[in-house]
């Protein structure tokens, strides 16, 4: 290390009204940034035509962002070392609204490309930070309330992002699904920069790792932009996602071995070496995959098979955020009173129950069959996603409680993109597999077929107009079926959950603070 330069005595921890203020605008800057990365999704297709491209070209604004992101999340721990946590927060959350304004003002399809780009790469930093400066200014009691309330966040946005943006598109202009952040943003950034201005973090000036810092970007920028794009152009059948598959595999492999040697490594993939690290983040990753992927499907489903609009696709999935909202932070108070392990099982049970339950909906299911699952995963959601995140950071030093949680929130986000592109492209085979099946069943004799095309004669349906109605039922079975295949196996991955949480390791201090 080439110097470091402490910020004087470690401040005391916050309290009252000032810990209340800090919590909202730390957490609003929070709900802020990944709202962002789902918002833009319902929005696609009107942006895109407003700016006269393709719905395909109009994907790229998604890919930017995300793309962006994944690659500056594993490096917050060293940039909040080189500039101050404090200091990297604030940038991060102004520039951030600098560039939403920007998006929002754009006039071409590149234009919102680039600035989603660096909307995306100054955004990196903002969750994992957020974490952190909770947990720095929390009483160490009360840390595990900070985690719950920081978790609600970050698992009610990408929730309410659909609903949000579709309302906004659907009664303004797409440009205010940016606007919004200009205020949101604003208030977090006059609000971290009173409340901790003298609580700046020790500044050490590290060198920089370039060949670290190339093959994250390089590696981690494919797989991204792969995943994103993977599903449209056929995986592998395309020259260019298979290009981007062995890049990215060459790259990242090259960072693991280059990061282990390096002495002062861009991404500190050390700390996987740590026991519960390594399993909440497994758990972690799981959990959000069949979470996240549930969350991908079932509206595209819907809106499919059931005719719902993509406002009412949301209302789908919303009612998962009632008990989360809710019960978050009641897990956060009384979790140390129990064994994380436990918690974390009940709540992958839940998960799991409800997954197998959304495998038995049927083409004429109510739409409270379908909230009912989603309003029950809200619980697994709180006792999931609060008591994982304590095992992550359990054990893990102060200095390195930024490294972690970058790190930690880079796996939960790749996971995230990995689901997507994992169950849309699952759903689209097994939804060709069924149509596939039953088409073999729908021909001339078949008593079930001639009693269709009978009742479409009664009512004045015949010939090709009758066939293309028949066609259409098996589509809606076949994407029924698969489906409930998606949600079954979703289902197998939290019972893998439930096993795997149980080589943590005890005792889970508070974030933070070493374990004993």
């Known amino acids: 290390m080439a110097g470091a330069k402490g910020q004087g005595a470690t401040p005391p921890p916050m309290h009252g009204g000032q810990l209340a203020l800090l919590t909202a605008g730390v957490a609003l800057a929070t709900f802020m940034e990944v709202l962002d990365i789902s918002i833009v999704n319902v929005s696609v297709r009107t942006i895109?035509?407003?700016?006269?491209?393709?719905?395909n070209e109009g994907t790229m604004a998604i890919s930017a962002y995300s793309m962006a992101s994944a690659v500056m999340q594993p490096l917050t721990g060293w940039v909040a070392k080189r500039f101050?946590?404090?200091?990297?927060?604030?940038?991060?959350?102004?520039?951030?609204?600098?560039?939403?304004?920007?998006?929002?003002?754009?006039?071409?399809?590149?234009m919102l490309i680039v600035?989603?780009?660096?909307?995306?790469?100054?955004?990196?930093?903002?969750?994992?930070l957020s974490q952190t400066l909770l947990l720095n200014n929390y009483p160490p009691a009360r840390r595990p309330i900070a985690l719950a309330l920081w978790a609600m966040t970050v698992v009610v946005a990408p929730v309410f992002g659909p609903i949000l943006g579709g309302w906004i598109t659907d009664n303004y202009h797409w440009s205010w699904i940016f606007f919004i952040n200009i205020p949101v943003g604003l208030f977090a950034l006059i609000i971290t920069?009173?409340?901790?201005?003298?609580?700046?973090s020790k500044v050490v000036k590290i060198p920089v790792d370039a060949v670290g810092l190339f093959l994250l970007a390089v590696g981690v920028g494919c797989l991204q932009f792969m995943l994103d794009n993977g599903n449209d152009d056929d995986w592998f059948s395309s020259n260019l996602i298979t290009v981007l598959a062995i890049v990215a595999l060459v790259c990242l492999t090259f960072l693991v071995a280059w990061e282990l040697m390096h002495k002062n490594p861009v991404v500190e993939l050390r700390l996987l070496g740590k026991r519960n690290f390594l399993v909440g983040v497994l758990c972690l990753s799981l959990g959000m995959f069949a979470f996240f992927g549930g969350t991908v499907v079932m509206p595209q489903w819907v809106q499919e098979v059931l005719g719902y609009n993509a406002t009412w696709a949301g209302f789908v999935v919303a009612p998962i955020g009632l008990l989360a909202i809710f019960m978050s932070p009641l897990v956060g108070a009384f979790q140390s009173r129990f064994d994380l392990r436990v918690l974390n099982t009940v709540g992958f049970a839940i998960f799991a129950a409800a997954s197998f339950w959304m495998s038995t909906l049927s083409t004429n299911a109510p739409y409270?069959?379908?909230?009912?699952?989603?309003f029950m995963m809200g619980a697994g959601v709180a006792l999931f996603f609060v008591p994982v995140n304590q095992i992550i950071l359990s054990g893990i030093p102060d200095e390195q409680v930024a490294s972690a949680s970058g790190l930690s929130n880079f796996f939960r986000t790749l996971a995230g993109s990995i689901a997507t592109a994992v169950s849309t492209t699952m759903y689209s085979h097994r939804t060709t597999f069924h149509h596939a099946v039953l088409t073999e069943h729908v021909v001339s004799g078949d008593r079930t077929t001639m009693e269709y095309l009978d009742r479409f004669q009664a009512g004045g349906i015949q010939g090709?107009?009758?066939?293309?109605?028949?066609?259409?039922?098996?589509?809606m079975q076949a994407a029924t079926l698969a489906v409930n295949d998606v949600f079954w196996i979703f289902g197998l991955m939290f019972g893998l959950a439930m096993i795997a949480i149980w080589f943590a390791k005890p005792p889970?201090?508070?974030?933070?603070?070493?374990?004993?």
């Open 48 to 55: 895109a035509g407003n700016l006269g491209v393709s719905s």
């Open 84 to 110: 101050g946590e404090v200091r990297t927060f604030s940038v991060s959350v102004l520039l951030f609204v600098i560039f939403s304004a920007m998006c929002g003002l754009s006039q071409s399809m590149p």
């Open 115 to 128: 600035f989603r780009l660096l909307q995306g790469a100054v955004s990196g930093p903002m969750v994992p």
């Open 193 to 200: 920069i009173t409340l901790l201005r003298g609580r700046e």
């Open 368 to 374: 409270h069959e379908l909230a009912e699952p989603r």
């Open 464 to 475: 090709p107009v009758a066939n293309a109605a028949l066609n259409r039922i098996v589509d």
């Open 508 to 516: 889970f201090a508070s974030g933070g603070t070493p374990a004993h």
